[in-house]
């Protein structure tokens, strides 16, 4: 194994560090390698966060006590007395998460170990600030009232909405920005609503994360995620971390002007690649032809019918999207460029095929242990998942985690 391959190795293993001062960044290294593996021992939790055996016993012990993680008993295998086994608790505290779209409300609530408890999907017919965080707040508390979950075992709330933030003039742009939300800070009107610690992120980086903890990216310490929202977003994963920005605005690929692989490129605001690739892009040219979606399920079904206007935008969209893949492998140089968020998977599927033959790029290597391009796992709910992921960054996972890890 050359020098690079073994650093690229170091930065996707979680390695603590024994100084006392560096015991929250411990903890949450304790925490990623159970997460990470399901159960383990004690003895084999300090090999693989690299902690001495009494560092890790008194990290284990704190974390039961705080119900963070649960005793399974041990573990039969081989002669010798069996290491007695741990696993993030399932049934401990819980973060819920918010995506705001356009034109719709995903909420889920989430437990340790990345299990979805609860989760509904509403439509928005004004997603401003004055509706918004009293209709969150509200269905939060439907999913914990059919859970019994007391709001006590929140741990925080997540919510993730379109960007960019703070940038006046680029709603013209693309279809996505929300309107009203100019000069607001959604951070406290929602903690004042639910009552809960809130954590506030752009919906692309949150979807990319959620991919990291839940779905296609959880062994890979570098990608690139295209997240069709009712735009086009970007997030990255770099080194294991995700790419914010100086101000939270990384990522508004579907901003940018790029030219299809066939034919002339459209330059300016209507030449964005969200207003020819995105949920909005099609339901627009869907429009046009007559046929109205309101939900994933329709464009399903609109897809299990082999309609032609859809063959048509699949085919368009490939040809703006793969100039976009080679871009971003040749920006990023990524394990893989993952597509996901609000499109069915067969669709995504259609669209990633329709890629062939991908440009050369520094991507182009015969020996590939992925593919250029895969298909996100955790579908519609990614963002969501990603903004109840939000509030455990710096409990659970000490890659994504913000905090410093000496701290």
């Known amino acids: 194994m050359n020098s690079r391959s073994k650093r ?5 293993v979680a390695i603590g560090s024994n100084p006392e001062r560096n015991r929250a960044h411990n903890r949450r290294v304790v925490l990623e390698v159970i997460r990470m593996h399901e159960h383990l021992g004690r003895t084999e939790i300090a090999r693989r966060a690299h902690l001495t055996p009494q560092a890790v016993a008194n990290i284990v012990e704190e974390l039961l006590e705080e119900g963070l993680l649960i005793e399974l008993g041990r573990l039969r295998s081989g002669r010798g007395q ?11 505290p819980l973060t819920a998460g918010i995506e705001v779209a356009a034109d719709h409300m995903v909420t889920v609530l989430l437990d340790l170990s990345g299990g979805v408890r609860g989760q509904s999907i509403v439509s928005l017919d004004e997603p401003g600030p004055d509706v918004v965080p009293d209709l969150a707040a509200s269905e939060v508390r439907k999913l914990q009232d059919a859970l019994g979950a007391d709001s006590s075992k929140l741990l925080g709330l997540g919510v993730v909405m379109p960007g960019p933030f703070e940038i006046e003039g680029m709603s ?32 692309a980086t949150a ?9 296609a990216g959880r062994q890979l310490g570098s990608f690139c995620y295209l997240y069709f929202g009712v735009g086009l977003g970007l997030g990255v994963i770099q080194d294991g971390r995700p790419m914010r920005g100086a101000f939270g605005n990384a990522g508004e690929i579907g901003h940018v002007g790029l030219t299809p692989r066939k034919g002339k490129g459209v330059y300016g ?29 329709d464009i399903q079904h609109l897809h299990d019918e082999n309609n032609q206007t859809l063959r048509d935008w699949i085919a368009m969209a490939a040809d703006y999207l793969a100039p976009t893949v080679a871009m971003l492998e040749n920006i990023f140089d990524p394990e893989t460029v993952i597509f996901g968020g609000g499109l069915p998977d067969s669709v995504l599927d259609a669209v990633i095929a329709a890629l062939d033959p991908l440009p050369v790029s520094v991507a182009t290597r015969l020996q590939r242990p992925l593919p250029r391009v895969l298909r996100g796992q955790t579908g519609q709910l990614t963002a ?24």
């Open 172 to 203: 013209s742009v693309g279809p996505a920005t929300l309107p009203g939300w100019t000069g607001v800070d959604p951070a406290p009107l929602f903690a004042t609503a639910t009552g809960q610690h809130v954590v506030v992120e752009n919906d």
């Open 8 to 12: 690229i190795l170091r930065q996707r």
């Open 207 to 215: 979807a990319v994360v959620g991919e990291r903890l839940y779905g």
């Open 269 to 297: 605001p209507a030449g964005a690649l969200e207003r020819f690739v995105s949920v909005f892009a099609l339901r627009e040219r869907l429009a046009m032809a007559g046929i109205y979606v309101a939900t994933v399920e």
């Open 384 to 407: 969501a998942l990603g903004a109840a992921a939000l509030p455990l960054l710096d409990t659970v996972s000490p890659h994504l985690s913000v905090a410093d890890p000496a701290s």
């Open 82 to 92: 069996p290491p007695i086994q741990f696993a993030v608790n399932p049934n401990g």
